[in-house]
C-alpha cells in the first residue's frame, strides 16, 4: 500500500516536470495553418523544414550560443579563483566578501539590466562607440553568471582538506604544479556544476539581455518580439531539437561512464 | 573523475559548434532563392557597411515556405549588410531608441509612435531623390496625420481593426461595435491588452475623435469599459488565435492582416468592419537622427518599396501594401479578399491614431489601469492578502519566542 501511494507520488512529480515538454514536442509536429497551439491538425515536418530555412532564428540561437559558452566559460575561470582566494581569507572578510558577491544574486533581474544598461552605456560613449552589442552581452552574462560559480565551488574547497596542498609541496610539487595534480581535480565536481549552472543561465536570460543587447538579438528576445503575430510553432521545433540533442548526450554520457565503471571494477 | 567532466565539457562544445554551422547552410539554400526574384543582377561587390534595421516579430518574408529572403536580396544587390533585429511593441522600439546604446538606422514604427517620435525630434528627414520608388505609394497613404507633408516616413503597411466571430454561436449579423457588450456572448468575448486599442472601441461607440484631449470623453470611454469588463474571457493580444480557433471565444477585436488567417482557414469564422467606423493604423519606415548610415538607410527604404518586393513582403506578412503596383505581385486571393483591403467606403469610417500631448497620455494609461485593475474592490483584495502575510509571519514568530522560552525553562 505504502509503495503504490509512493509510486503515484513519484509518476505525478515526473508528470508535472515533463507533461508541458510533452506537449511542446508534439504540437512541433502539428500540420496548421494558422499555427495553432491547441487544436490538433494532423502529423507534419513543416515547421521543422521551416525553421532550418529561417535565418533570422538561427542566426538568433547562433548569437544565444556564442553568448553561453563565452560567457560560461570566463566567468568559470574567474568564479573559480575568486572562490580560492575568498576560501583562503580570514573570517570576518570572507563574510563581507560573500554578502557582496551574494547581493546580486537576489537583486532583481531587472535593477542589474537597467543599472548595467546605464552603466554600459555611458563606458560606450565615453569611449566613442556607437552602439551595445556582443560586448555587453559579454560582459552582463559574465556578471551575472559569477556568483553562481564562486557559490558551487566553495563548498568544494571548504570540504577539502587543506593538508593535501601542502603535502604535495612537501613532496617537492612546485606549487601551480601542485594546485593542477591535487586542487583541482578535488574540486572539478564543483566547477563543472558552475559551468554548467552559468551556461543554462546564460542561455535563459531575457531580462537582463533585453537591456543589454543593443543591436544584438538573442533567441529569447527573438521569441518574445513574435508575440504581436503569435509564437510560431517553428519554435516548437527548435526546443524539440534542442530536447532531443541534450538528452543524447547525457544518455551517451552516462553509457560511457556505465562503461568506464565496469572496467575499474572488473 | 577528471575525465568524464572533461568530455562532458568536450561534448557540450561540439554541440555548440555544430548548431552554429546551421546559419552557414542556410544562407547558401537563401541565395538559391533569392534568385528567382532578382533581375539577374551580378551580386554587387562589399561595401564593409552594416545597417541596422528594426522591425516587428515576423514582418519581412524571410526566405521560409518559398518567400524570398529579402534582406539578402538587399544586400546582394547593394552590396549593404543588414543586421536585422525585431521588437513586439512600439514602446519597446521607444525605450530602445531613448535609452540609448542601440545605433539603428531604419525602425518600422506604428502611425502615433511615428507622430510621438517626430515630436521630439528623433527622426531624420528623407531625402526622398534617394528613395525614388515612393512614386509608387497610393495617394491616399501620402500626407497623413501622423506624420502631415510625409516628410519623416514612409508607409510599410496598414491595416484595419475589425470584429471577428464565430458563426457557429453566433447567429445574428455583426455590424456594431456593441456585440462586444452583448451579454448573450458573455465570458466569450475578448478584448485587446493595450489601451489605444481598447479604448478606441469604446470612443466609436460613444462617436468620440481617438485623439480627443478632452478628459471628459476619456472617462466616459472608460466608464464604457468598466460596465464592459465582467462580460470579456480576458484581455489577450496574440492568444486570440488560440482562443477563437479552439471556440473558446466567440467574438474578438484584432488587426486585419493579423488575424486573416483565420478566416481564411475556418468556415465559421467572419470579419466584419463594424458601421460605427474603425481605426486604421499604418506601419511606417523612419530614419532615427541617430543614424549614421542615413544615405544606405534610404536605399534600403526605397528597396522595400520596389513593388515586387513589396508584394512579396506582404505575401509573406498578410498586411496590406500602401502601393497598388504591389498587388501584382501578391496573391490575387489575398488582394480580393475584404478583409485585407475593405471597400472605400469602409475606409470613409476610419481614423488614424496621432501621438497624444503628455496629459492626455498619462490620463489614459491610468484609467487603463483602473478598467483593467477594477475599482476599489480589488485592492482590498490585495491589503487583505498583505494583511494574511503579516498575520503568519508574526504567528510564527510568536510561535518561536515560546518554544525557545519553554526550551529555557
Redesign the interface.
Known amino acids: 500500500m505504502k509503495k503504490a501511494g509512493a509510486r503515484i507520488y513519484t509518476f505525478l512529480i515526473f508528470l508535472f516536470l515533463y507533461a508541458p515538454i510533452l506537449v511542446l514536442i508534439v504540437y512541433s509536429f502539428n500540420d ?8 490538433w491538425g494532423g502529423f507534419s515536418l513543416r515547421w521543422y523544414r ?1 525553421l ?5 532564428i ?2 538568433a ?2 548569437n544565444t ?2 553568448i ?2 563565452v560567457s560560461a566559460a570566463a566567468s568559470t575561470v574567474l568564479g573559480t579563483m575568486a572562490a580560492i582566494g575568498i576560501n583562503s581569507m580570514k573570517r570576518l572578510p570572507r563574510r563581507i566578501m560573500m554578502n557582496i558577491t551574494n547581493f546580486p544574486m537576489v537583486n532583481p533581474e531587472i535593477v542589474t539590466g537597467v543599472s548595467l ?1 546605464l552603466l ?2 555611458s563606458a ?2 565615453l569611449l566613442g562607440g ?3 552589442g556582443m560586448g ?1 552581452l559579454f560582459a552582463a552574462h559574465i556578471t551575472f553568471c559569477l556568483p553562481y560559480v564562486i557559490l558551487s565551488v566553495l563548498p568544494k574547497l571548504r570540504q577539502m582538506d587543506p593538508n593535501l596542498y601542502e603535502a604535495a609541496q612537501d613532496l617537492g610539487c612546485p606549487p601551480v604544479r601542485a594546485f593542477f595534480k591535487v586542487v ?2 578535488e574540486i ?2 564543483g ?2 556544476t558552475g ?1 554548467i549552472m552559468a ?1 543554462t543561465l546564460s542561455i535563459d536570460d531575457f531580462v537582463i539581455s533585453y ?2 543587447s ?4 538573442t533567441l529569447p ?2 521569441i ?9 510553432p517553428e519554435i516548437n521545433a527548435l526546443s524539440t531539437v534542442l530536447f532531443a ?1 541534450v538528452m543524447v ?1 547525457l544518455i ?2 552516462n553509457a ?2 556505465a562503461k ?1 565503471q565496469k572496467r575499474s571494477e572488473g | ?5 572533461f ?3 568536450n ?3 561540439v ?2 559548434l555544430a ?2 554551422l ?2 552557414v ?3 547558401l ?2 541565395e538559391a532563392q533569392a534568385l528567382t526574384v532578382s533581375d539577374k543582377e551580378d551580386a554587387a561587390p562589399d561595401r564593409g557597411i552594416t545597417i ?1 534595421v ?1 522591425n ?3 514582418y519581412i518574408a ?4 518559398g518567400s524570398p ?1 529579402v ?2 536580396e538587399f544586400t546582394r544587390r547593394t552590396g549593404i549588410r543588414v ?7 512600439n514602446e519597446a522600439l521607444y525605450s530602445k531608441l531613448v ?6 538606422d531604419v525602425i518600422i514604427p506604428s502611425d502615433y509612435m511615428v507622430s510621438k517620435l517626430i515630436d521630439e525630434n528623433m527622426l531624420a528627414e528623407l531625402d526622398f531623390s534617394n528613395i525614388p520608388n515612393f512614386q509608387y505609394i497610393d495617394e491616399r497613404f501620402k500626407d497623413p496625420d501622423y506624420d502631415p507633408g510625409s516628410r519623416y516616413s514612409v508607409p510599410y503597411t496598414w491595416g484595419v481593426v475589425g470584429l471577428f466571430y464565430n458563426t457557429d454561436y453566433i447567429e445574428e449579423e455583426i455590424t456594431s461595435w456593441s456585440a462586444l457588450w452583448d451579454d448573450r456572448y458573455a465570458g466569450k468575448i475578448l478584448m485587446f491588452d493595450n489601451p489605444r486599442d481598447s479604448f478606441a472601441i469604446a470612443q466609436f461607440m460613444l462617436g468620440q475623435s481617438l485623439n480627443t484631449t478632452d478628459e471628459n470623453d476619456w472617462a466616459e470611454a472608460a466608464a464604457l469599459l468598466k460596465q464592459q469588463k465582467p462580460l470579456v474571457q480576458a484581455y489577450v ?2 492568444r486570440i ?2 482562443k477563437m ?2 471556440s473558446e471565444a466567440w467574438i474578438a477585436p484584432y488587426y486585419s492582416g ?1 488575424a486573416a ?2 478566416v ?2 475556418s468556415d465559421s469564422i467572419q470579419f466584419v468592419v463594424p458601421e460605427e467606423g474603425t481605426n486604421y493604423f499604418v506601419d511606417a519606415m523612419c530614419i532615427p537622427v541617430t543614424s ?1 548610415h542615413k544615405e544606405e538607410a534610404e536605399a534600403y527604404i526605397n528597396f522595400l518599396c520596389d513593388p515586387e518586393i513589396a508584394g512579396a513582403n506582404m505575401n509573406y506578412v498578410g498586411y496590406s501594401t500602401p502601393e497598388s503596383a504591389a498587388k501584382a505581385y501578391i496573391d490575387q486571393e489575398m488582394v480580393e479578399s475584404p478583409v485585407h483591403y475593405p471597400s472605400d467606403e469602409i475606409l470613409e469610417r476610419t481614423e488614424v491614431f496621432v501621438n497624444l500631448p503628455e496629459s492626455t497620455a498619462k490620463l489614459v494609461d491610468s484609467l487603463w489601469a483602473e478598467v483593467k485593475m477594477g475599482g476599489p474592490g480589488e485592492s482590498i483584495v490585495l491589503v487583505a492578502i498583505i494583511l494574511g502575510f503579516l498575520g503568519v509571519y508574526i504567528a510564527i514568530l510568536v510561535y518561536k519566542r515560546r518554544k525557545r522560552k519553554r526550551e529555557l525553562a
Not at chain 1, 52 to 56: C, H, N, Q, T
Open positions: 496548421t495553418e494558422t499555427a495553432s497551439r491547441t487544436v521551416k532550418f530555412e529561417d535565418r533570422l538561427l542566426e540561437l547562433c550560443l556564442i553561453a559558452v544598461m554600459f552605456v560606450v560613449r556607437r552602439s551595445l555587453s583541482l581535480p572539478m565536481p566547477i563543472v559551468l551556461f537591456f543589454t543593443g543591436t544584438t538579438q528576445i527573438y518574445y518580439s513574435m508575440t504581436r503575430k503569435r509564437i510560431s540533442v548526450l551517451i554520457i560511457r561512464n568506464d | 573523475m577528471m575525465k568524464r567532466y568530455i562532458h565539457f561534448l557540450c562544445v554541440l555548440c548548431l552554429c546551421f546559419p547552410q542556410t544562407v539554400a537563401g541596422n528594426y516587428w516579430g515576423e524571410n526566405g521560409t515556405d529572403d534582406n539578402e543586421n536585422y533585429t525585431t521588437f513586439d511593441s535609452g540609448g546604446g542601440a545605433d539603428y493580444m496574440d488565435f488560440d480557433e479552439s493579423d488567417i483565420l481564411e482557414n549614421s
